[in-house]
């Protein structure tokens, strides 16, 4: 089982930067991509960023410019550094990693999400 721990959300103001982290734990697994949904009251959650094999990076457009997805390897972490916040980046974040189990199944979990406030 594989578990994912997120960190670093807040309340802030627009114009400031945070940074959020997950960890995933667990053993016998490999992951293949991780990334940053959000959710608004009463809005749909929406890719942030993702980053694949700790290469490929996508961006939303809302968000292209201002955050930056990175990962430790070494830690099964994934970081979104946000700056130049706005307040319609408020929401609750959540990670999403696409793991690889060690006897081939692959599944998605998601965090348990960490708010983020930007006041005006």
């Known amino acids: 089982q594989v578990q994912l721990v997120e960190s670093g959300g807040g309340l802030v103001q627009a114009g400031d930067s945070l940074r959020l982290s997950c960890t995933a734990s667990?053993?016998?697994?490999?992951?293949?991509?991780m990334g940053w949904y959000r959710q608004a009251p009463g809005k749909q959650r929406e890719l942030v960023a993702r980053?694949?094999?700790?290469?490929?990076?996508h961006y939303a457009d809302s968000v292209k410019g201002r955050f930056t997805i990175a990962e430790d390897n070494a830690k099964n972490t994934v970081y979104l550094h946000m700056y130049s916040l706005k307040p319609e980046d408020t929401g609750v974040y959540y990670c999403?990693?696409?793991?690889?189990?060690?006897?081939?199944?692959?599944?998605?979990?998601w965090g348990q999400g960490t708010q983020v406030t930007v006041s005006s």
């Open positions: 999403l990693a696409d793991i690889r189990h060690d006897w081939g199944q692959r599944n998605d979990y």
């Open positions: 667990g053993s016998g697994f490999s992951i293949n991509t």
């Open positions: 980053l694949t094999s700790g290469v490929y990076t």
